[in-house]
């Protein structure tokens, strides 16, 4: 319910208060993912997953369409089959939801 009261101070009317919602939302965003690719006991599957999930935030805020699978295969060096990045974007989104909720925003 936090959350959802977070997204409720969104108000298209008014776009100061939307930046400065933006930045806190950048914040949250940003330490959840230090506090998976800067903690030692971050899994490889999770680091990894956090760092596919980004390649699709930084094309979705660049305004590209499409992040190519097999472009990240290869820089990721990902050998397994055609749906595993699906699933390593799903798993970096239950991360974030489980910082969400460890942080309170979620019940």
Not at 8 to 31: R, T, Y
Not at 40 to 67: M, Q, T
Not at 78 to 100: Q, S, V
Not at 101 to 106: D, H, K, P, S
Request: aromatic share 8%; no cysteine.
């Amino acid at each position: 319910k936090a959350l959802e009261s977070l997204l409720n101070l969104w108000d298209d009317e008014n776009p100061v208060e939307n930046d400065i919602l933006a930045k806190e939302l950048q914040q949250l965003l940003m330490s959840f993912v230090s506090s998976i690719l800067d903690a030692p006991h971050s899994s490889d599957k999770d680091k990894l997953a956090v760092r596919i999930w980004l390649e699709y935030v930084r094309a979705n805020y660049n305004g590209e369409k499409k992040v190519s699978r097999e472009n990240l295969k290869k820089k990721y060096n990902i050998k397994d089959g055609h749906n595993e990045i699906p699933r390593l974007r799903d798993h970096a989104k239950f991360l974030f939801l489980e910082k969400l909720r460890e942080l309170g925003y979620l019940d």
